[in-house]
Each structure stands twice: as structure tokens, then as C-alpha cells.
């Protein structure tokens, strides 16, 4: 029979989960290790104004994801006001409104924002260039001077820009630049005379982020875009091309950062403060929408995702038991009794559980060989060990908490029902092929369990598990393969070392 479709089936699971594990750490930025810091910046929003007695109205810009930054939160501070959140081609905006409002007011808006290096910036649609820009005498010639030097000395609209800040700046400004100067502010400037040279371009405001900066105001900054709608930003103080890495951009739609209506000596100021988070917790608090591709954990109540965070270490200790039962050969009592038991063993700690499980056990197996002497049916067998391993549990915990050894209250996290069927199991296995079986078989699954349990609980893999559930399709995959597997068994070749010797 081909074997070619089994393989082709353990490729695609491998593909697909080694795809699907990359995707979520490239594209929402999850951490391969535990313990990994990323920087946060923590920014306040402060609206003062005076209000005039009447109803009021205020409208502030409001980041939005972009370049090198991602929101996790945002918070709101408003006694009085109703609010809401306007969201169009403009931008982001807050919208407080009151029925009547009178003295001085202040409102609060805070933000969250990831520092996400690999973030892609949204498309951002192009400004028309404004066709009616118009000068007054002599301002009209000084414009057409200007742009005409700098167009000389650039090649696209990029180098353009450039060209035409910098002669405002420094020691490149001649008598038309300065006379330009007197009439309007440098950001608009440029603005103004890139839209006359066919340039579309607008001012945007940006923070500068510094930590523990207070009472910071927004910066005017120039975007310029080209034909292709790729866009840059230029500094209209320096004339520099380029977006400071610790820029942020507030307000991108050439608007007013604050407006305010009912209400006079209005401004907003802000503070800014930076904090290290670990990984896991600033990814699980990002607002984007989970889809197929990040499909995770993180979306279900947190009750489920603690149920979870051990329910998929199972396939994990399957692995485990696969590897030791297929390739070594060590023989256990049960199958996956051992993955059950290190679950357990997660729950107690190491020594407590094997203390606990090794008690129950031999306890177990006292009565267990009382009851062999009543001649009981199976089922009815089977039930009575059920009730005397429940008994043990109870009287063992109660003792080790009459002695002060809280440790022994774990003992309580042993799946009952498996150690009945693992007493009754090794019961019958004393009667039938002796103590030497029982020992082989018992200590193969203690051994079994305790080489699955460091495995389940080691934090990388712990986390690896619950964060990129591609793995799962992995794991699948290698046990599909060694599923494969017909060759001796590692403790199987000292049977043919006489072979060998002769």
C-alpha cells in the first residue's frame, strides 16, 4: 500500500503549523520566550477651558495605530459630560457634550500605546493639492523665487520638499524667504507653496515622546506625498526627512487638535510616561479584532484560559508517553495514565505527588488484595476500590492538615478513577505474572510520568503551548510519524546481544 499519502497528510500538518506559528509571532508581535519585556509609553491628555454657562461642546484629535506604535488601552475622565467616539476618514476623534456647563473644566483622556517596531502604518489617502493659491504684492514673486530655486535643486517631490524648508532655515534664507516669513507661519508656508508647485502635502501634529515629561504641547510637522502616494514626513524647523522614532502622530488630517464650543482659553497639554511590560500581557491587551490567522487563546473569559493553559500541555505529555513507550520500550500501567498523573503532579509539585501517589498506591493495593479473597464481580470490584481509594484521600488530608503539612491537601488533584483502575490493573498484574511485572510496570509509569511532567511544566514550553497554537499541528504531525515506526525498541536489543557475541 502507498505510503504517499500519509506522509503527504504529515507534511501539511507540519507546514501548516510551522505557518501558522510564524504568522502570529511575526505579524502580532508574540514572543517566542517567557519573560520578554516590550516598552510601553503611558500618555495623559488634559482639556482645560472655561466654560460660559451654557451648553459645550469638545472635540480632540486622537492617535491611531501607526508606524512603531500600537494601542492597548485608552481611558476617559469627563464629571458631567456625555461622551463619544467619532471615527471617519479624518481620523480618530473624543467628543464630550454637556447641557450646561459654567467656571473652569478639565477633561481626561489617557492612552496605552505599544512601541511595536514592525507595526505597518495604514494607508493614508492624499490631500488634492489646493489649485487656488494666490499671493498679494510682492509676496507672489518671492513665492515664485523660492520654489523655483528649490525645484532646480531636487529631482522628485521628496527632495523638493527638502529643498524648499531648508531654505527657510539657517543661513540659506535670502530676502525672499524672510519676507515670506513676516506673513505667515513656517509650517503653512511650506504648505502653502507646495500645493502651488503641484505637491500635495499638509501639516500633521505629532508628540514627541520623553519619559516623565509634563505639560508638553503638540508639534507641527509637514507630510509630503509623491505620485505613487507614498508619503514622508519633513521637519519644517530643520528641513530633515525622516519620522523620529519617538514621534507620535496625533492628529493626521490637517484639522484642529481641539475644538471647543461654549467655552473660551481652551488648550490641551500632555504627559508622558514609559514602562516595561512583559510580552504576553501587552499583546493580550491589543484592541485589534482576533481573525482566523490570529486565532488564539486570549479571546476566551479568563476562567477558560486558565482551564486551557493545562489542557493543551496533554499533547505534550502524549509525546512524551510515544517516544518512551515506541523507541525506548519502557512499559507502563495504562497507556496515558502517566500524562494523567503528571497533571496531577503539576497541581501537587514533584515530591509532594509522588509521596501522595506512591501512598495511595500501596495502601490501595493492601485492601485491593483483600477484596481479591471475596470472589466480587468486576464492576462491583471495581467500585469498592474506587470508594477505598476516595477514603485514603480523605483520611491522608485530613492528617497532613491536623499536622500542619498544607503540602498534602494537593493530594486531592489525583484522578481517582485512574488510580482505581491502575490498582485494580496492578492487582490483577500481581496475580498473573508475579512482583517483578508490578515493579517494570509501576516504575515505568512513575518514570513516564515524572519525565512528562518536566516536560509540561517547563515555562518555555508552557508558554509556547498556550500562545501559538500552530504546535498543536506539529506535535500531531511527529506523533503521526512515530506512529510510522516499526524498528526494535531501544531495551529490545539486549535480547540479540548473544546474537551479536556469536
Do not use: C
Request: without cysteine; neutral net charge.
Amino acid at each position: 500500500m502507498s505510503r504517499v499519502p500519509f506522509y503527504l497528510l504529515v507534511g501539511v500538518l507540519l507546514v501548516a503549523g510551522i505557518a501558522v506559528t510564524i504568522y502570529r509571532h511575526v505579524a502580532f508581535e508574540v514572543p517566542w520566550v517567557p519573560g520578554e519585556q516590550r516598552q510601553v509609553w503611558e500618555v495623559e491628555a488634559q482639556v482645560n477651558f472655561i466654560a460660559e454657562g451654557e451648553s459645550a461642546k469638545v472635540n480632540l484629535a486622537l492617535p491611531s495605530n501607526q508606524e512603531g506604535f500600537r494601542i492597548l488601552t485608552e481611558n476617559t475622565g469627563s464629571s458631567g459630560f456625555g461622551l463619544s467616539f467619532l471615527d471617519d476618514d479624518k481620523g480618530r476623534r473624543a467628543q464630550w457634550a454637556t447641557r450646561e456647563a459654567k467656571g473652569s473644566q478639565q477633561l481626561y483622556y489617557s492612552v496605552q500605546l505599544l512601541v511595536a517596531p514592525n507595526a505597518a502604518q495604514p494607508r493614508v489617502e492624499p490631500p488634492p493639492p489646493d489649485q487656488d493659491v494666490s499671493w498679494a504684492r510682492p509676496y507672489d514673486t518671492a513665492a515664485k523665487e523660492v520654489i523655483d530655486q528649490a525645484y532646480r535643486r531636487s529631482s522628485d517631490a521628496f527632495t523638493f520638499s527638502r529643498e524648499l524648508a531648508r531654505a527657510f532655515s539657517g543661513d540659506r534664507q535670502d530676502e525672499n524667504a524672510r519676507l515670506l516669513l513676516t506673513q505667515f507661519d513656517r509650517p503653512t508656508l511650506l504648505v502653502k507653496l507646495l500645493n502651488q508647485a503641484g505637491v500635495s502635502a499638509r501639516k500633521i501634529h505629532g508628540l514627541l515622546l520623553e519619559d516623565g515629561r509634563r505639560r508638553q504641547s503638540l508639534t507641527t510637522w509637514i507630510q509630503v506625498f509623491d505620485a505613487d502616494n507614498d508619503w514622508v514626513i519633513i521637519n519644517p524647523t530643520s528641513g530633515e526627512q525622516g519620522r523620529p522614532d519617538n514621534l507620535l502622530l496625533w492628529e493626521a488630517g490637517d484639522q484642529a487638535a481641539l475644538e471647543v464650543q461654549g467655552g473660551r482659553d481652551s488648550k490641551v497639554t500632555f504627559s508622558m510616561l514609559q514602562h516595561n511590560e512583559p510580552a504576553s500581557v501587552a499583546v493580550r491587551n491589543q484592541l485589534a479584532n482576533d481573525t482566523l490567522l490570529n486565532f488564539s487563546i486570549h479571546s476566551l473569559p479568563l476562567e477558560e484560559q486558565s482551564l486551557f493553559k493545562t489542557i493543551l500541555l496533554i499533547p505534550i505529555g502524549a509525546l512524551v508517553v510515544v517516544l518512551l513507550r515506541v523507541l525506548i520500550g519502557i512499559k507502563t500501567s495504562g497507556t496515558f495514565m502517566p500524562v494523567l498523573i503528571a497533571l496531577a503532579f503539576i497541581q501537587t509539585t514533584l515530591f509532594t505527588g509522588l509521596a501522595g501517589f506512591l501512598l495511595v498506591v500501596a495502601v490501595g493495593l493492601v485492601i485491593r488484595n483483600y477484596l481479591s479473597y471475596l470472589n466480587l464481580l468486576l464492576v462491583a470490584r471495581v467500585s469498592a476500590v474506587i470508594i477505598t481509594v476516595i477514603a485514603i484521600i480523605s483520611i491522608f488530608s485530613v492528617v497532613a492538615y491536623r499536622m500542619g503539612l498544607n503540602a498534602g491537601l494537593t493530594i486531592t488533584f489525583f484522578p481517582m478513577i485512574i488510580l482505581s483502575w491502575t490498582i485494580e490493573r496492578m492487582s490483577i498484574l500481581w496475580e498473573e505474572e508475579g512482583p517483578k511485572e508490578v515493579l517494570i510496570q509501576g516504575g515505568g509509569s512513575l518514570l513516564t510520568a515524572v519525565l512528562a511532567y518536566l516536560a509540561m511544566n517547563n515555562p518555555w514550553i508552557r508558554h509556547i503551548t498556550f500562545n501559538f497554537l500552530g504546535v498543536q499541528l506539529i506535535l500531531m504531525a511527529f506523533i503521526l510519524l512515530l506512529g510510522n515506526y516499526t524498528g526494535y525498541r531501544l531495551l529490545e536489543l539486549r535480547r540479540f546481544k548473544p546474537i551479536t557475541e556469536d
